[in-house]
C-alpha cells in the first residue's frame, strides 16, 4: 500500500549537483555499459521473450499511479515494455502512447492484444516528434541516463499536466544483497527519486509518495531457488543462510517472500 508523502528535504543546490555528477560516474562505471544503446538493446533482445515469466505484481503500485490520472486525459507510458503499466492502466484514461524503443519488447505488448486508443510507438523519448500528453509516465526508465537533468526536463516538456517518475528506493532485495555482499555498488549519496525531485521542485509542484509491495517466489524445491538465482552449488549453504528469514515451507515447495518499496515521484503543473 502507499505510505503516503516522504518527509525528506528537498536537496540543495549543492547537494543535487553533487548527487548528479556521483549518478552520472555510477551510469557510466557500469560494467555492462547499458548506456550504450546497443549493448542496451541487445539486452532487451535476449530478455524479451521470457521477461513477462518472472515479473512481480505490484498492484499498490498500479494502483497509486491511477489514483493520480483522470478519465479525459492521454498518458505517454515511456519505457512501456512489454506493458507492465499501459495494460492495467488503458481503461482508466482516454489515449495511451506506449513507448519504446526496443522493437522485441513492444513486440510482447502487441502480441497480448490491445484496446483500439492503445497506440505503440518504437522510439526513444528523445525523439522530436513525440507530441505532448497530458499525463506522461515513466516507470524504471532512466536507469541508462547519464545526464538525469536533462532528461527528466525532456520529460517534464512532454507532460502537459503531470509527470510521474517511478523508481525503487534504492535498497537491494535479499538475494542481490547476498550477491553484492563481497563487492557491494558504490553508494550514491541520493536516491535517484531524490536528485528527481530535485530537477523539478523549482518549475512543478513536487510530492513523492512511498509505496510497499510484497514480492512472493514459489519454488518446487530449494535447489529450483537456488538455479533461478545462478547461486553456484560450493555457496548454496551460504546463500540459503542469508535468505532464511524469507524462506517458509510451501506444500513440497519452498516460498520466497519480501518486500519491495518503490517511491513515485508526482510532479503537477
Do not use: C
Not at 516522504?6 to 548528479?20: F, N, Q, T, V
Not at 498518458?75 to 484514461?93: C, E, K, N, S, Y
Not at 534504492?170 to 525531485?197: D, E
Amino acid at each position: 500500500m502507499s505510505d503516503g508523502l516522504l518527509g525528506a528535504a528537498i536537496l540543495s543546490a549543492a547537494e543535487l549537483e553533487a548527487g548528479l555528477l556521483a549518478w552520472r560516474e555510477a551510469v557510466l562505471g557500469d560494467p555492462q555499459a547499458r548506456w550504450d544503446s546497443r549493448r542496451d538493446l541487445a539486452y532487451w533482445q535476449h530478455a524479451a521473450e521470457h521477461f513477462e515469466e518472472y515479473r512481480q505484481p505490484i498492484p499498490h503500485t498500479i494502483a497509486a499511479v491511477q489514483a493520480q490520472l483522470r478519465p479525459a486525459w492521454s498518458l505517454l507510458d515511456v519505457g512501456a515494455g512489454t506493458g507492465r503499466f499501459t495494460r492495467p492502466l488503458a481503461p482508466f484514461v482516454r489515449q495511451i502512447t506506449a513507448l519504446d524503443y526496443s522493437a522485441d519488447m513492444l513486440a510482447v505488448l502487441v502480441a497480448a492484444g490491445l484496446p483500439a486508443h492503445v497506440r505503440v510507438w518504437q522510439r526513444d523519448f528523445h525523439a522530436p516528434d513525440i507530441p505532448p500528453h497530458d499525463a506522461v509516465l515513466a516507470a524504471w526508465a532512466l536507469y541508462r541516463s547519464p545526464d538525469l537533468r536533462a532528461d527528466v526536463e525532456r520529460l517534464w516538456g512532454l507532460a502537459r499536466h503531470l509527470l510521474l517518475v517511478l523508481e525503487d528506493n534504492g535498497l537491494p532485495s535479499p538475494h542481490v544483497a547476498w550477491k553484492r555482499r563481497a563487492n557491494p555498488a558504490p553508494r550514491l549519496p541520493y536516491p535517484r527519486t531524490a536528485l528527481i525531485a530535485g530537477i523539478l521542485h523549482e518549475r512543478a509542484q513536487v510530492s513523492v509518495l512511498e509505496i510497499r509491495e510484497q514480492r512472493v517466489e514459489e519454488y518446487p524445491s530449494l535447489e529450483a531457488l537456488l538455479a533461478r538465482h545462478k547461486v553456484d552449488a560450493s555457496q548454496s549453504g551460504e546463500f540459503l543462510a542469508y535468505l532464511s528469514p524469507y524462506l517458509a515451507q510451501s506444500g513440497a515447495g519452498v516460498r520466497y517472500t519480501f518486500e519491495a518499496v518503490n517511491t513515485l515521484v508526482v510532479a503537477q503543473r
